[in-house]
């Protein structure tokens, strides 16, 4: 990574550090994470604030050389927002790998950067929220992990012509946390079905921490 590109500057949301991924694959792993600010999908129920667009949220343009600073986990989880929509993500991840973290980038595959193949990619597709925002084709064969976020059921059979060929790929089930009461029985159901599927909770909020 070249001294220069250190000096990059990327909108921040907010970063928080030594704490666990409470999702998918990594569940109960330490990890840092930066989230990035911005992102155009505008899910009725995120849980970060860009339901209405997210325009009124904090976000501090800070350089690549602060953000590697801060890291005090093996793991950095890019998040958001939409980290995709931001053109020097390539670099950050870029810059995180070279200080020797494992990098995750949490993504609804609405657009798409080239990043480094080590990079592990989380793919919470929100093209039945939004088809305005559909799921680039390239992450459903780069994508580590599906998450579906789940409400009614119905998002399984959305993509299950995305999904069927995927076997190779593990895929999680995760309550929409307003509705879990409801979802989690919806879930239960849905693994009986398909059995290679597997819950994900959001295991930090649980616990209480970030």
């Known amino acids: 990574m070249l001294r220069s590109n250190l000096k990059i500057k ?3 949301h907010e970063t928080f550090q030594n704490t666990v991924q409470g999702e998918g694959f990594w569940t109960g792993a330490l990890a840092d994470f930066i989230r990035l600010a911005g992102c155009p999908v505008r899910c009725p129920w995120c849980d970060t604030g860009y339901a209405n667009g997210g325009k009124s949220l904090p976000s501090e343009a800070r350089a690549i050389s602060e953000l590697l600073a801060e890291l005090q986990s093996p793991r950095a989880v890019i998040t958001g927002g939409e980290p995709f929509i931001h053109s020097d993500l390539p670099e950050l991840v870029g810059a995180l790998l070279d200080a020797g973290k494992q990098v995750s980038i949490e993504t ?42 789940i409400s009614t059921g119905e998002e399984v059979d959305f993509y299950s012509k995305y999904l069927q060929d995927r076997s190779h790929i593990p895929v999680f089930l995760q309550p929409e946390w307003s509705v879990k009461e409801r979802a989690v029985p919806i879930i239960l159901e849905l693994l009986k079905q398909h059995p290679s599927y597997r819950l994900s909770l959001q295991t930090h909020k649980f616990i209480g921490v970030q």
């Open 10 to 12: 990327l909108p921040i």
């Open 108 to 149: 609804s595959g609405a657009c798409w950067q080239d990043v480094s193949p080590a990079c592990w990619i989380t793919l919470s597709p929100k093209e039945h929220v939004n088809p305005k925002y559909p799921v680039q084709e390239i992450f459903w064969q780069r994508a580590n992990e599906i998450k579906l976020v």
